[in-house]
């Protein structure tokens, strides 16, 4: 991840970009919420390990940002994630306790540990209070305690929905004099809400102290990222940086490295191209490139369907179909207001005929599935909508997924998407399902290799996917209370928090805690062996998690401490070792302080949140 986003902040300060809006550190804790798409996951440690990534690859570990690196800017700040009824911009009126140990821990560890140069406030209100106007969160923690010294900017047009939505101000004056005074340097996009600020400062509305820490804290980053030595760029440097050979690979890497394998039912993958004479490509989403909703169009890389076919040459035949559409339109200039516009139902009717045909005459089916940018997106006004209310496949995707499996083919179902889906009907009947994600512009390369075994894939669920949207919320690190089952309903999730399969198989064994019994800021040693039991070389994303057995206030029943990715070949055993230092036992008291608090807790170390060795670590009060 550090190298992905490095080559990204090399590309875009070679154009003469000096500051990104990345990484986004919302946790996505309902996957109706559009902006799901532009998320890392749903737990708060593993958001804020990703983020450090993100930072240190974009702004490099320097305390000066060099000619190769960009500043950041932390989005969103905070709790933008969880909005009431998945609603985009809905408010966040969580509790301090549940806001500060999820929402805001990806922040302070960025703030504080990657040392992030800037942060922008989120649209959304915690607590009545929207986070534009909000000075507890802009000043007192963001500056005070976690000791910030970077800028704050608004979300575009931000400080004009103060007004225009939240109604806590009467006008864009009153807007602008609120956000300056609780803390925001920078108005991006709105309005004229600062346009009079002088004249406040004269009225007594606005102290010059507020004027001078917003100009100053901009300067600062100007002049750290040395735009007062070095102005300009180097025009010629632009086509030797951008997308390069090695920026390719890099992307191939890590688009096989996030490919998620569900389901491999009867080990119908790896395909082997040395027996398939012909493959049936179909789905709404096999041919063209989909990045995501604030990519820029036209959109480049090169999809499924085109790395299929350059995969296969001359060794087998790609008979490809549409086989359905999600919508009839596709994205286009990012500030275009345009509505999804949905198939009718004679042409999706024609279109999977087609494929039923393309299917017949091919030995095995690949069948891309999902959402695309028109539905999985932003969604910032009426007119450009990208919330749902349900997480079903789109369209008529599920129908066409029954027509193929009656022809009885092999299928395997490739998924590219932004956000979970509610696949019920295909986790039971399609033998092999991989969930891809965006996977950016290597994609067809990169699901060739894996379809056909030349990667293996490693990828695990960084966010759950529910049965169905009644079971929301329904990420993993629920409290004690929460357990009670529906009536004539699974509750189980679909696929759980940090599930993914492999084309080999991994046993865990010969767990072990050293020592078993330590002091409150005392430190243990968390070991496992880790075979490969299989007979291909693959990686494995070994996972630990806690859990405060005895707690009050109370804790969730299991939160991720650690993972680390390894690679084992055949019959290779490898012990894993994790070190559990006090700053991942700690929790909010019932005075709020960050403490580690004696007791027993049940450390879990395995292959997802719900397949693990368990073992017990007695902390006491030293």
């Given at each position: 991840?550090?190298?992905?986003f ?13 500051e ?20 890392y996951g ?7 390990r ?34 009431k ?5 809905a ?7 549940y ?9 302070k ?73 609780a ?13 009079p ?6 009225d ?7 004027i ?6 901009i ?25 390069s050979?090695a920026?390719k690979e ?9 490919m998620i ?25 096999a ?8 990519s ?41 207001n ?6 009718s ?42 919330d749902?209310?349900?997480?079903n ?23 590219i ?6 696949i019920?009907?295909?986790q ?27 990667t ?36 189980s ?16 064994s ?13 430190d243990?040693?968390?070991s ?5 039991a ?6 494995e ?19 991720l401490k650690d993972f ?39 450390i ?10 368990r ?8």
């Open positions: 991840m550090e190298n992905v490095k080559a990204a902040g090399l590309e875009a300060r070679a154009r003469g970009t000096n990104v809006l990345a990484p986004v550190l919302d946790l996505s804790r309902d996957p109706r919420w559009g902006r799901t798409e532009e998320c749903e737990d708060p440690y593993l958001v804020s990703i983020g450090m990534a993100a930072i240190h690859g974009l702004q490099g570990r320097s305390k000066l940002i060099n000619q190769n690196h960009v500043a950041v800017t932390l989005k969103h700040f905070a709790g933008h994630g969880e909005p009824g998945g609603r985009n911009i408010p966040v009126n969580y509790s301090e306790r806001f500060r140990e999820n929402f805001l821990y990806p922040f560890m960025a703030v504080q540990k990657a040392h992030a140069h800037a942060i922008m406030a989120s649209y959304n209100e915690w607590d009545g209070v929207p986070n534009h106007v909000n000075y507890k969160l802009l000043t007192q923690i963001l500056r005070h305690e976690w000791g910030f010294n970077g800028y704050v900017m608004s979300d575009g047009g931000g400080l004009d929905v103060l007004y225009n939505v939240h109604h806590v101000a009467a006008d864009s004056a009153q807007a602008g004099i609120m956000a300056i005074n803390g925001v340097d920078y108005a991006l996009g709105s309005s004229d809400c600062f346009t600020l002088v004249q406040e400062v004269k007594g509305k606005v102290s010059e102290k507020v001078d820490r917003a100009v100053g804290d300067l600062r980053l100007k002049f750290t990222l040395g735009l007062f030595d070095h102005p300009y760029v180097d025009p010629s440097r632009v086509n030797k940086v951008t997308n050979k920026h890099l992307a191939k890497k890590a688009a096989e490295e996030a394998l569900l389901k491999n039912e009867h080990h119908l993958l790896p395909l082997d191209s040395t027996k398939i004479k012909s493959l049936a490509v179909i789905g709404p989403n041919a063209g490139i989909h990045l995501g909703g604030y820029p169009v036209p959109m480049h890389g090169i999809g499924v369907l085109q790395g299929i076919r350059e995969f296969a040459g001359n060794r087998f035949k790609v008979n490809y179909a549409v086989g359905c559409k999600i919508t009839t339109n596709k994205k286009t200039n990012w500030l275009v345009e509505k999804p516009i949905p198939n139902k004679s042409n999706d009717e024609k279109l999977i005929g087609q494929a039923v045909q393309a299917a017949r005459k091919s030995d095995a089916v690949l069948l891309v599935l999902g959402g695309n940018e028109l539905i999985d997106r932003e969604a910032w006004n009426e007119n450009h909508l990208g749902r209310d349900n997480l496949l789109a369209g008529r995707q599920q129908e066409l997924a029954k027509a193929i499996l009656k022809t009885g083919k092999p299928v395997i179902v490739l998924l998407n932004g956000r979970p889906l509610s019920n009907y295909l039971k009947n399609v033998p092999a399902i991989i969930e891809g994600w965006y996977l950016g512009e290597e994609t067809g390369p990169a699901v060739a290799d894996v379809l056909f075994g030349k293996n894939p490693s990828g695990k669920l960084t966010i759950t996917f529910p049965r169905s949207v009644g079971q929301l919320p329904d990420f993993y690190d629920k409290k004690p209370s929460d357990f009670r089952h529906y009536v004539w309903a699974n509750s999730p679909l696929y759980p928090f940090g599930y993914g399969l492999s084309y080999t198989n991994f046993t865990y010969n767990m072990k805690i050293s020592p078993k019994k330590i002091p409150i800021n005392g243990a040693t968390i496992v062996d880790v075979q490969n299989g007979k291909v070389k693959g990686d994303i070994v996972e630990m998690y806690i859990h405060d057995i005895v707690s009050f206030p109370t804790r969730p029943v299991e939160e680390t990715r390894i690679s084992l070949n055949p019959g290779e055993k490898r012990t894993v070792t994790f070190h559990l230092t006090p700053d991942k036992l700690k929790s909010l008291n019932l005075k709020m302080k960050n403490v580690v608090q004696p007791g027993k807790f049940e879990m170390v395995g292959k997802s949140s719900t397949d693990v060795l073992d017990t670590l007695n902390v006491v009060q030293s």
